[in-house]
């Protein structure tokens, strides 16, 4: 009978074709249940940069302090000779003597002067109508020699005296006026006012 390899022969190019290979660059999709979980998972990274803070702007404010100059008498060899020193501007008749009763600082033009005044001095100062009232108290200069005591009084009227508007001075000590010395050595009657012009005798020649 012929009918069976017939049969046989059909089987078997059905079978041929199942098994065949699919073309190539065949786009075949796929169920996302049959995709590795690997390839799905969605990864992200997150960076994050710290970029310091900038430091505030620096102000800078600059104070310009004006000064003046001031002549200061001081001792040289039992005369008594012209300094300059600068100041704040401007500069009271306050400001000069305290900086008078300071002393010497250490410029190099100071080299060889003194002073006649004692370190522990102290007075105010108050000016009115061109007269300079000097209060001080006890002892004052009284415990300084008779020379010393004529120079610092000079030191200080001199050094007033080339201030604007100040043409005399008068002493107190106490509150009590007093008698000081001339720069001849002759002694003034209790609240005399003495001028420039009475201790030019004791100023040094380059400065007469």
Known sequence: MRLRPIAT??????SLLGCGVPDEGRFVPLDV???PSALIETTT????????ALPESATTTV???LTEKVDLFYVSANRVVRTERFIVSPATPTQVLDTLLAGLDRQVE????????PTRVTATIEVRRGIARVASTAPFLSELEPLDQRLAIAQIVLTLTRRPGIGQVIFSVDGVEISIPRGGGDLT??????????????????DS
């Not at 022969?9 to 059905?14: E, F, I, W």
């Not at 990274?45 to 310091?52: D, E, I």
């Not at 100071?110 to 005044?117: K, V």
Request: hydrophobic fraction near 35%.
């Open 9 to 14: 022969s059909l089987v078997a190019t059905v």
């Open 33 to 35: 249940s049959e995709i």
């Open 45 to 52: 990274t997150s960076s994050t940069t710290t970029v310091p």
């Open 63 to 65: 104070v310009e302090v």
């Open 110 to 117: 100071n080299t060889g002067l003194r002073s006649a005044l």
């Open 189 to 206: 009657t209790p609240g005399t006012a003495v001028t420039y012009d009475d201790y030019v005798s004791v100023l040094s020649s380059r």
